[in-house]
C-alpha cells in the first residue's frame, strides 16, 4: 500500500476523523451520482484508515495502559507477523472496530508520518479546498513522493531552522516504506519531464486529460492492493515511460550512489531520523518480498533493483536495532531476486572499493552470527530451517561474486581439456538394469549465478577483501553436516544446503562435506558390486585391494592401479585396503597412510627422474625430459587422488601453480614466484629495466635451460627466436612467453597425464565446486603448522588414565620438549603421517590409553584410530627414553 497517496491533501476526506468513541465514524452522505474525483478521496481514505490499523496491529499506539485489545501496545496482545496483521486490519475497518490515537510516546518514529496523516486529513475535509490552502498545506511536504538529494537538503534545511525534524521523518518514512518512491529516488539520470513529474506527484489541479488519464492508472493500480500488496502493478504499468527515457548498460544502475551516500552520511547522525529508516524498512521489505515473488516486477521495470542499492547503502545496517527484525525481512526480500538481478548487483559492486564490500560483508555476517548464538541449533533444530541466517548467506553470495569480480582477474589461461573423455565403468548395463543410473551424467555442480557472471572463483588471483572474511565460524560450529550434505546431493527446493555457499564454510567443515560424499560413493560402489555379484554368479571384491611388498612398492602397486585403470576406473572409487606381504597388520586406515607416504617417498626420489627438486624453495616440479612414459604420471595422478578419496595426508611438495592447473588455470608469469623464484626475479628485473634492453642486455626470443642430467637445452620462443631481439616494446611478451613455456608447454605431456589420472578418482566428486586451490593443497598436504598444545587440548584418555594422571603430565612434559624433527616422528608414529589434518592438530582426535603397569616394553599404536599405548612408566626419564625408541625404529605393522 503506498502511503504517498494516502497522505494526499486532496483525497483526505472528512470522515477519516475520530469519533469520541475512539471509532473511525464512516457514515457519509453520498450524493446519487459521485463524480470521480469524491470516488478517488473515498478510497484514499479507506487506504488510510485500514493502513492506521495495521500498524495499530504491528506497532501499537505507544500507550502502556491502552486496554484496546485489537492494538499492540495493550496487555496481552498476541504478536503477528505482518502478513497476518494486513489481514487483520482489513476485518478490523470492514466491523469499524477501535481505533487509537497515536501517543505522544510515539513521536519522532515511523508512526509520526501516521499521525501527521490524520492532521492533514482533518484539515483537508473540505473538499472545496482553494490553492491558498494547499499551498499552506505543502509547508509540510505532503506532496513529495520521491526524494532527490536536493530535495533532502531542502527539507533539512527548513526542520533545521524550525528545530523541528517530523516533517522530515514523515517524509522519509513516507519515501522508504513505498518500493515504489524509493525506486524513484535519487536518479542520476537527466531531469524528469513535466509530465513525469505530475504522473509521480499527481498534485497539480491544472492538468490536462492525458495527464490525468496517467494519474488514474497509479489510482486504479492501487485501488486493486490489499494493505500488504506490492507496487509491482504501479511499477511495471505506470513507469514504462521511465524505462523509455532511461537505457542502461547491462551493469548500470539509474540511482546516484554518490548522492545516496552524502544523504545518509547527513541524515544518520539524527536518531529520530535513524529510526525512520528502520521502520521503514520494516514495512518495505514484506511488499518487496511478495513483488518479487508473485508479480516478477524485475522483469519489467530493471530500476526496480534501485531500492536495494540505496537499502545496502545505510552504514548503520549492521546496528543491533536492524537485526532482529528490520534486516531478516530485508534479506528475504533480496534473496527473492531473479538470477538476472543478482547478477547485475554482482557487476554494481565489484566497482566499490574494498572497504565498502567489507562493509556489505560486515552486514551480512552479523546478522548470521546474531541468529546462531541466539538460537539454539542442533540436529533436531537445524540452522539451514532459519529463514534468516539462509536469505542472509544468499545475499552473501552476491557479495562474495562482487568481490571475485572486482579483484584481479585472470580469464585468459585455461588449461584445455583432457581430448578423452573418462572411461566409464564397464557396469554401465548392469546398473541400469538393477536402476542404479550413473552419477553426475550432467558433470560437475557449477553454481548458477557463476554461470550468469561468466566467472569462476579460480580466475581471481586477487579479490577486493580476502576470501576468508567470508567464512562464518559460529555458523561452520552448529552446522550438522551430515544433514546439510543430504540436502546438496538431493537438491530440493525446500531445504537449503550451505555447501552451495561453500564461502561461508572454513575448510575443516567442507573437508568433512567431502569425507561424506567420498563414503557414499565407497558403500554405493560396495553395494553395486555385491549386487553384480549376485546376478553374474561371481564372487567380486568390493574394495580396492593392493597387496604390496615393501621392497618392491612401486612395481607392485602402480602395475596393480595400472591394470585397474585400464579395465575398470570405477573400482578406483571402492575403499581402498592396502595389505603388506608378509605383515599382519589389518587396514583400517593406517596401512593406508603408510602406504601413501612410502610411495610418495619412491615417487618423488630424484634418482627415479620423474620430479626436479628445488634446493632453495624445497619444491618438486614435474621433469620435462624425463623417460618415465606418461602411463606413469597417470599412476601418480591417481594415487593424489586416491589420497584425497580416502582422507588420507600426503607429504607432497608441489608449488601453488600445479593445484591451480588442477583447476583447470594455467601457470603466468605470476605463478612463477613461487614456482621458480630465481627466475621470477630475473624476468621482473627485466620488466622494470629503465635503460634500453635491446643495447644493454643482449638477449633474444631464443632461450636455454637445462635438464636433470646438465644438458643445455635451446627453445625458440618465437619463429626464428635467436634472431629477434628483445626490446622494450616486446618485453612483456618475452616474459609472458618464458612463463608460458616453463610452466605449460615444456610439462604439457606429463602434466596432462598427471591430470588424467588425478580425475580418474575425482571427477565425479564436488572437489572442484567446494575447494580453491589453496584449500587444494591443504587437503592433500595438510596443514604444516603443528600446534602441540592444541592436541594436548582435544587428547582423550582412556584404560585408567586421565589429565591428571602423573604419567600424563610427564608425558606432554617430554614431548614439548622434543625438537621439531622428533615431533614429526612422534606423529608418524601414532597417527601414520607426519603431517596435522585440515584444521591443524586440534582436530586430530588422539586417545591415549594405559597398556599395563611399569614395564621395560615400548610404547605402540594403533595408527588407524590415532590411538597410543602407553605403559605407566616408573620415572619421567624411563618415559623419555622408551617413547624416543619407540618412534625412531618404529616400522611395520603387527598384530597385538
Known amino acids: 500500500m503506498n502511503s504517498d497517496e494516502k497522505e494526499d491533501c486532496e483525497c483526505a476526506p472528512p470522515q477519516a476523523e475520530t469519533s469520541s468513541a475512539g471509532g473511525p465514524d464512516r457514515e457519509q452522505e453520498e450524493p446519487e451520482v459521485e463524480n470521480p474525483e469524491a470516488s478517488r478521496m473515498k478510497r484514499a481514505a479507506a487506504k488510510h484508515l485500514i493502513e492506521r490499523y495495521y500498524h495499530q496491529l504491528t506497532e501499537g499506539c505507544g500507550n502502556e495502559s491502552c486496554s484496546n485489545s485489537w492494538c499492540a501496545s495493550s496487555v496481552g496482545f498476541s504478536r503477528m507477523d505482518n502478513n497476518e496483521a494486513a489481514v487483520k486490519a482489513l476485518e478490523l475497518y470492514k466491523v469499524n472496530a477501535k481505533l487509537c490515537d497515536p501517543h505522544p510516546s510515539k513521536k519522532g518514529t515511523a508512526s509520526t508520518y501516521l499521525e501527521s496523516s490524520t492532521h492533514s486529513n482533518s484539515a483537508c475535509s473540505n473538499k472545496k479546498m482553494n490553492h491558498k490552502d494547499v499551498h499552506s498545506v505543502r509547508d509540510n511536504f505532503k506532496d513529495v513522493n520521491y526524494l532527490t538529494e536536493e530535495k533532502v537538503y531542502e527539507i533539512l534545511d527548513i526542520c533545521g531552522e524550525k528545530e523541528d ?417 608378509g605383515e599382519q597388520g589389518v587396514d583400517e586406515g593406517g596401512v593406508s597412510k603408510e602406504f601413501f607416504q612410502l610411495v610418495v617417498e619412491e615417487i618423488f626420489n630424484p634418482d627415479i627422474g620423474m620430479f626436479t627438486y628445488d634446493e632453495h624453495t624445497k619444491l618438486f616440479w614435474f621433469n620435462p625430459s624425463s623417460f618415465e612414459n606418461e602411463g606413469q604420471y597417470t599412476l601418480i595422478g591417481i594415487v593424489l587422488g586416491l589420497a584425497i578419496y580416502n582422507n588420507c595426508i600426503l607429504d607432497v611438495h608441489f608449488p601453488m601453480v600445479v593445484y591451480r592447473k588442477l583447476m583447470g588455470k594455467k601457470g603466468t608469469f605470476r605463478d612463477l614466484a613461487d614456482a621458480n623464484p630465481v627466475l621470477y626475479q630475473s624476468l621482473k628485473e627485466l620488466l622494470e629495466y629503465e635503460g634500453s634492453v635491446e643495447e644493454d642486455m643482449m638477449i633474444t626470443f631464443q632461450i636455454s635451460h637445462t635438464d636433470l642430467f646438465g644438458n643445455a637445452l635451446m627453445y625458440d620462443l618465437r619463429e626464428n627466436g635467436d634472431k629477434i631481439p628483445v626490446t622494450n616494446e616486446n618485453r612483456k611478451e618475452f616474459v609472458a612467453q618464458y612463463s608460458e613455456y616453463i610452466l605449460n608447454k615444456s610439462v604439457e605431456k606429463q602434466f596432462k597425464a598427471f591430470r588424467r589420472g588425478f580425475h580418474m578418482v575425482t571427477n565425479e566428486s564436488p572437489l572442484k565446486y567446494l575447494f580453491r586451490p589453496e584449500e587444494i593443497e591443504l587437503l592433500i598436504c595438510g596443514s604444516r603448522n603443528l600446534d602441540f598444545l592444541a592436541l594436548e587440548e582435544t587428547t582423550e584418555y582412556d584404560g585408567g588414565y586421565n589429565r591428571d594422571s602423573r604419567i600424563i603430565k610427564e608425558f606432554w612434559e617430554t614431548l614439548h620438549s622434543f625438537g621439531e624433527e622428533q615431533k614429526r616422528l612422534f606423529l608418524q608414529f601414532t597417527t601414520g603421517t607426519d603431517r596435522a589434518p585440515v584444521g591443524g592438530l586440534g582436530k586430530l582426535k588422539m586417545i591415549i590409553a594405559k597398556n599395563g603397569p611399569d614395564t621395560d616394553r615400548l610404547p605402540t599404536s594403533h595408527t588407524c584410530f590415532n590411538v597410543l599405548l602407553l605403559p605407566e612408566y616408573s620415572t619421567k626419564e624411563k618415559l623419555r627414553e622408551r617413547l624416543l625408541k619407540a618412534i625412531t625404529y618404529a616400522k611395520g605393522f603387527g598384530m597385538l
Not at 500488504?228 to 524505462?243: A, D, I, P, V
Not at 540511482?255 to 536518531?271: F, H, P, T
Not at 538470477?339 to 567489507?358: N, V
Not at 592401479?561 to 570405477?570: D, Q, R, S, W, Y
Open 165 to 581: 525534524y517530523s516533517p522530515l521523518i514523515r517524509v522519509i518514512g513516507r519515501v522508504f516504506s513505498s518500493a515504489e518512491g524509493l525506486v524513484q529516488s535519487f536518479r542520476r539520470s537527466k531531469p524528469h519531464t513535466k509530465e513525469e513529474l505530475k504522473s509521480l506527484q499527481g498534485k497539480d489541479e491544472d492538468k490536462d486529460e492525458d495527464e490525468k488519464e496517467a494519474a488514474a492508472c497509479s489510482t486504479a493500480a492501487m485501488e486493486e492492493d490489499s494493505p500488504t500488496s506490492s507496487s509491482s502493478s504501479r511499477l511495471g504499468e505506470c513507469s514504462s515511460g521511465e524505462n523509455d527515457v532511461q537505457k542502461l548498460a547491462p551493469d548500470e544502475v539509474s540511482v546516484d550512489i554518490e548522492a545516496v551516500r552524502r544523504v545518509y552520511e547527513r541524515l544518520l547522525s539524527n536518531d529520530k531520523i535513524e529510526a525512520a529508516f528502520l521502520n521503514a524498512l520494516v514495512y518495505l521489505s514484506p511488499n518487496v518480498e511478495c513483488d518479487l515473488t508473485y508479480h516478477n516486477v524485475y522483469s519489467r521495470d530493471p530500476n526496480y533493483l534501485n531500492l536495494f542499492v540505496i537499502v545496502m547503502e545505510n552504514s548503520n545496517l549492521h546496528s543491533p536495532e536492524y537485526l532482529e527484525i528490520a534486516l531478516p525481512q530485508f534479506c528475504k526480500a533480496m534473496s527473492k531476486l531473479p538470477l538476472a538481478a543478482q547478477a547485475k548487483l554482482a557487476h554494481l559492486w565489484s566497482r566499490y572499493s574494498a572497504e565498502q564490500i567489507r562493509r556489505m560483508v560486515e552486514t551480512f555476517q552479523q546478522l548470521i552470527t546474531y541468529k546462531v548464538i541466539s538460537n539454539e541449533f542442533n540436529s533436531r533444530n537445524l540452522v539451514n530451517d532459519d529463514d534468516a541466517v539462509v536469505a542472509a548467506t544468499k545475499c552473501l553470495k552476491i557479495v562474495y561474486y562482487a568481490n571475485v569480480l572486482g579483484g584481479d582477474l585472470d580469464m585468459e589461461h585455461n588449461e584445455e581439456e583432457d581430448e578423452e573423455p573418462i572411461p566409464e565403468s564397464s557396469d554401465l548395463t548392469l546398473q541400469e538394469l538393477l536402476g542404479e543410473e550413473r552419477r553426475n551424467k550432467k558433470g560437475p555442480r557449477v553454481d548458477p549465478l557463476e554461470t550468469e557472471l561468466g566467472i569462476r572463483t579460480s580466475d581471481c588471483r586477487r579479490p577486493l577483501i580476502p576470501f576468508e572474511e567470508f567464512v562464518n565460524e559460529p555458523l561452520n560450529e552448529v552446522l550438522e553436516m551430515d544433514k546439510d550434505y543430504t540436502f546438496f546431493k538431493v537438491e530440493t527446493e525446500n531445504k537449503f544446503s550451505f555447501m552451495t555457499c561453500p564461502f561461508i564454510l572454513n575448510a575443516v567443515t567442507k573437508n568433512l562435506g567431502l569425507y561424506y560424499d567420498n563414503r557414499i560413493r565407497m558403500y554405493s560402489e560396495r553395494r553395486i558390486t555385491v549386487l553384480y555379484s549376485l546376478v553374474q554368479g561371481q564372487q567380486l571384491n568390493p574394495y580396492l585391494r593392493l597387496k604390496v611388498r615393501r621392497d618392491h612398492i612401486i612395481d607392485d602397486a602402480l602395475v596393480r592401479l595400472e591394470m585397474i585403470a585400464m579395465e575398470n576406473p570405477a573400482d578406483l572409487k571402492k575403499q581402498l585396503y592396502v595389505e603388506f606381504e
